[in-house]
């Protein structure tokens, strides 16, 4: 099976797997456990910031910062697609109360045009507060689309002006570094919080790191046992994460090449419907109504022929390239796509 699903389908490495079974550990609900320990301040130190707190996932950690940063019946204001709001099953409202303002703009990328008219005034009695700018980057229902460190920049002027806070949900940040030449402190220079992932295209079983003041990181400390995360002898999980770190970013340039060649071969196909020029990361979003088949179907039938993706809203389907599909698999992912796609649109023909 070739599965582009998703950057989370990657398997620990033996190099990891040893490193993992080598890890001192300790009782990190009492900060005893120097792996974990290790892990937060190497997060910490590559960020800029002053602390860190390793999370069962980046759902955790991007909740965990929710609640952190507000009051329930505070506004958060995301772009319309974000994760934080879309994809984690409602949690801002069900476990922070808080409203989460969607943001529609024309390329997916939040900027400070966006929020300017939808603030509200700071005085009236029955305003709702607005609390916190959230950002994605990457992006990945916009394709794993970069966000510029200049829109950055002008968010977090526009947010911390105004007495908000800023927060990154950097499940793939490196991706955004690895693509822009970009160092991971100048994104987390603009941001009061930032979620990393460490088991998408990092490679680790499990984890995410959030990261912040040492005031913040305290407070979400408490919150984080508070959502059930209080872990125990978690530096065997943290020692993938530090083998991820240290080997596993640069390396991401491949996946973002092969996602490159995956997106540029698949424009060409008649039916299929994408920009290749917008693909940045390792993300590719595809539509296939051209073909004459659904995405649910088109899905079916490229996994009845060994490749795995998945449909996504609106009809599209969505390809991630990870460090366990190499040059080779995606060739065959292309032939294999270019193949029903032609099934597709003769049927379609035929049917005319
Ligand atoms: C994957 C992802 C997360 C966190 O997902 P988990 O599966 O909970 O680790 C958060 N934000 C974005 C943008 C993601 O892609």
Known sequence: MIDLRSDTVTKPSEGMRKAMAAAEVGDDCYQEDPTTNRLQSMVAEMLGKEAALFMASGTMSNQVALKTHTQPGDEVIAEYDAHIYNIEVGAAAALSGVNVRQVKTPDSILRAEHILPILRPMDKVHGI????????????????????????????????????????????????????????????????????????????????????????????????????????????????????????????????????????????????????????????????????????????????????MNPIEGDRIRAVTHLDVDRKAIDEAIAVIRGVAADGTRLQAARA
Do not use: W
């Open 129 to 308: 507060r607005q609390v916190l700018i959230c950002v994605e980057n990457t992006h990945n229902r916009a394709s794993g689309a970069v966000y510029p460190v200049e829109v950055e920049a002008e968010l977090a002027e526009l947010a911390h002006g105004r007495g908000m806070a800023t927060h990154l949900d950097g499940a793939r940040l490196f991706n955004a570094c690895v693509a822009t030449g970009t160092c991971p402190v100048d994104h987390a220079r603009h941001f009061d919080s930032i979620s990393i992932c460490l088991s998408k295209g990092l490679g680790a079983p499990v984890g995410s790191v959030l990261v912040g003041s040492t005031d913040f990181i305290k407070e979400a400390a408490k919150v984080r046992r508070m959502f059930g995360g209080g872990m125990r002898q978690v530096g065997i999980l943290a020692a993938a994460g530090i083998y991820a770190l240290e080997n596993n970013i640069k390396r991401m340039q491949e996946d973002h090449d092969n996602a490159r060649r995956f997106a540029v071969a698949l424009a060409e196909i008649p039916g299929i419907n994408l920009d290749a020029s917008k693909i940045q990361t390792n993300i590719v979003i595809f539509g296939v109504r051209g073909t004459g088949l659904s995405a649910a179907q088109f899905v079916s039938i490229l996994r009845e022929q060994g490749v795995l």
